[in-house]
């Protein structure tokens, strides 16, 4: 063989090999992608649409499982039928983007407001990090339509 076919198949087999290791290492992330978006419809299903806040500490560092639970009791008293569905999800490495809409019924005081038994829609988004299937960070990193919120509550 001579020296540029040489060449040519020692660089052909490294393409190769850094192909695949990067095709392996693209698996393995997507997998870990899927595995957190799951992760978060399963949060949001059972934490907020359902109210179990003792998945707060399974799935929550214990200084944003706090911050939770309070806040699922604070907005399941106010909307007991609320139900937040997650209409748009990104992950990339540990950390999930999503976009959200939430239903309910007023029947308990929100905001400062008195139950108004009106059925209001509001949306928002989440941004949180995930480490071996706990959110590590993210709370806080999100936002909603609270003034929209306010808005149809204060509604006549």
Do not use: C
């Amino acid at each position: 063989m001579s020296t540029i076919r040489k060449d040519r198949y020692f660089l052909l087999v490294a393409i190769l090999l850094i192909s695949s290791a990067a095709f392996a290492q693209n698996k393995h992330i997507r997998k870990i992608n899927l595995a957190n978006k799951g992760l978060m419809l399963k949060i949001v299903d059972n934490l907020f649409n359902k109210g179990d806040t003792t998945l707060a500490d399974k799935y929550f560092v214990p200084e944003f499982a706090k911050e939770e639970k309070a806040f699922t009791q604070q907005i399941r008293t106010a909307f007991p039928d609320l139900i937040i569905t997650v209409d748009i999800m990104v992950a990339e490495n540990e950390m999930v983007a999503a976009r959200w809409i939430a239903n309910g019924t007023q029947k308990g005081a929100f905001l400062g407001i008195s139950p108004t038994n009106k059925k209001v829609t509001w949306k928002g988004s989440w941004f949180w990090t995930f480490k071996n299937g706990i959110v590590t960070d993210g709370m806080g990193k999100g936002s909603w339509d609270a003034l929209g919120l306010i808005k149809q509550l204060q509604s006549k």
